[in-house]
């Protein structure tokens, strides 16, 4: 682990077969040492917006993946797909697929810190996974009304993403959340030769990162608990 965040990253050698069971209490994990340091993944989560030109390795690019695999999903569906761009010409074509005129100059060059990401993971969903597999047996006799208030296609891609941007605080990189203009999409599945039914939910760029970090929007700038979180009803602190 480069980050030096203590994260367990699966296949930890020495321990036993039941202490690795994910099913499992983390208490059962024994040793404090083996527990996931996660409230230090947390803390360090930010968007990077700036990379070196550094390559992410193959083996940190399957870990990536495979972490956003790890993502619950809605009745199981597994509607999501990633498109992995760590070739340089894929990823020309995708900038050039999704280019925008920037407004101004610092505009302008905070998109050429962020297109200069050695990876782009773009998280798919497809809504048309959802309404087959909740038109099962096992699912069909939810109303139609009540089977999501929010779409499910949308909600796990966001958290498969989330888990992308985790691992890289894991892997001692950086990584950023990036919207996906609608105007552009038919284009990128063109370009992609991505089918109908999948729909981005946006960009996840992934690099090492800048001495310099680009401009961040807000810096740590974050509400107060007290607006965000009421117990036992509205407006209890
Ligand atoms: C759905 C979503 C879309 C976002 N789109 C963009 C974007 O297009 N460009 C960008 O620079 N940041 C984007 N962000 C990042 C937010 O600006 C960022 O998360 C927020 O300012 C808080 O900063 P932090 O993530 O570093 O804590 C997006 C984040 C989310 C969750």
Same mark, same amino acid.
């Given at each position: 682990?480069?980050?030096?965040? !203590?994260?367990?990253?699966?296949?930890?050698?020495?321990?036993?077969?039941?202490?690795?069971?994910?099913?499992?209490?983390?208490?059962?994990?024994?040793?404090? %040492?083996?527990?996931?340091?996660?409230?230090?993944?947390? +803390?360090?989560?930010?968007?990077? +917006? +700036?990379?070196?030109?550094?390559?992410?390795?193959?083996?940190?690019?399957?870990?990536?993946?495979?972490? /956003? &695999?790890?993502?619950? @999903?809605? %009745?199981?569906? !597994?509607?999501? *797909?990633? &498109?992995? &761009?760590?070739?340089?010409?894929?990823?020309?074509? $995708?900038?050039?697929?999704?280019?925008?005129?920037?407004?101004?100059?610092?505009?302008?060059?905070?998109?050429? =810190?962020?297109?200069?990401?050695?990876?782009?993971?773009?998280?798919?969903? @497809?809504? !048309?996974?959802?309404?087959?597999?909740?038109?099962?047996?096992?699912?069909?006799?939810?109303?139609?009304?009540?089977?999501?208030?929010?779409?499910?296609?949308?909600?796990? /891609?966001?958290?498969?993403?989330?888990?992308? $941007?985790?691992?890289?605080?894991?892997?001692?990189?950086?990584?950023?959340? $990036?919207?996906?203009?609608?105007?552009?999409?038919?284009?990128?599945?063109?370009?992609?030769?991505?089918?109908?039914?999948?729909?981005?939910?946006?960009?996840?760029?992934?690099?090492?990162? =800048?001495?310099?970090?680009?401009?961040?929007?807000?810096?740590? =700038?974050?509400?107060?608990?007290?607006?965000?979180? =009421?117990?036992?009803?509205?407006?209890? *602190?």
């Amino acid at each position: 682990m480069r980050s030096g965040v !203590q994260m367990s990253s699966g296949g930890s050698g020495g321990r036993s077969a039941s202490a690795t069971d994910p099913r499992l209490p983390s208490r059962a994990l024994g040793a404090r %040492g083996s527990t996931v340091e996660l409230d230090e993944v947390l +803390r360090r989560r930010r968007m990077v +917006r +700036r990379y070196t030109d550094e390559p992410v390795s193959r083996a940190d690019q399957e870990a990536l993946v495979q972490a /956003a &695999l790890r993502a619950p @999903s809605a %009745g199981s569906t !597994q509607g999501l *797909r990633l &498109l992995v &761009l760590s070739d340089e010409v894929d990823r020309a074509r $995708l900038w050039e697929a999704t280019a925008w005129v920037p407004p101004d100059s610092q505009r302008a060059r905070l998109g050429e =810190h962020l297109r200069a990401a050695p990876l782009v993971i773009v998280p798919l969903c @497809s809504e !048309q996974a959802y309404r087959e597999r909740y038109a099962e047996a096992d699912k069909a006799w939810l109303p139609a009304a009540d089977r999501w208030s929010t779409p499910y296609w949308y909600v796990d /891609a966001a958290f498969s993403s989330m888990l992308i $941007l985790l691992k890289a605080v894991d892997l001692g990189l950086g990584a950023a959340f $990036l919207a996906f203009p609608p105007r552009f999409v038919p284009r990128f599945r063109e370009r992609f030769g991505v089918p109908e039914e999948l729909e981005p939910i946006g960009l996840v760029l992934v690099g090492h990162r =800048h001495p310099e970090l680009g401009p961040s929007r807000r810096p740590e =700038h974050r509400l107060p608990v007290e607006e965000l979180v =009421h117990r036992g009803r509205w407006g209890a *602190r």
